[in-house]
């Protein structure tokens, strides 16, 4: 059982002993709360009931980017740096939250872009250093190691067929 369900019947606990007469003082001694929460709880039930005291998920921040603005990042981030006018072919957090404010006018630091893009499926992919840059950690080898010998494949039939 989760808190937040726990914290609900608590408080309807608390409401059930003060409508048999309990005192608050006594209700808040019993359900190990202070006097000022059952005081609350009262005023609360009083003003909507027992669905005032019900659990509510909290709905968190409102997003600053909208679910089409958050497509289009992914769109212009397919498309690669260098299409949005930096130097080099490497996305940095920094680059990002810059294309960002660019284009929806909305500031990011560079550890909230991360938590957006993470939501997004993006992962980090760093350079290895023995591949020049090149090529990620990530990559999985072996998927890599067959299409390559497929590419070989088509351009050695492509070179035999001139």
Do not use: N
């Not at 608050?24 to 005032?52: F, I, N, S, Y």
């Not at 958050?70 to 072919?89: C, I, N, V, Y």
């Amino acid at each position: 059982m989760s808190t937040r369900t726990k914290q609900e019947q608590r408080r309807l606990r608390g409401i059930a002993l003060l409508d048999q007469g309990w005192t608050q003082v006594k209700v808040a001694r019993e359900l190990r709360v202070t006097p000022a929460a059952v005081c609350q709880w009262a005023r609360t039930h009083r003003g909507g009931g027992k669905k005032a005291l019900k659990a509510r998920l909290h709905p968190g921040p409102t997003p600053k980017l909208t679910g089409r603005q958050l497509a289009q990042l992914d769109k212009m981030l397919l498309k690669g740096p260098r299409q949005h006018g930096f130097s080099t072919e490497l996305w940095t957090l920094q680059r990002v939250a810059e294309l960002v404010d660019r284009r929806f006018s909305v500031t990011y630091d560079s550890s909230s872009i991360w938590h957006v893009l993470r939501r997004r499926g993006w992962s980090c992919q760093k350079p290895d250093p023995r591949g020049r840059g090149r090529r990620p950690r990530e990559r999985e080898e072996d998927t890599h190691v067959q299409w390559r010998k497929k590419a070989r494949l088509r351009t050695k039939k492509r070179a035999t067929k001139r």
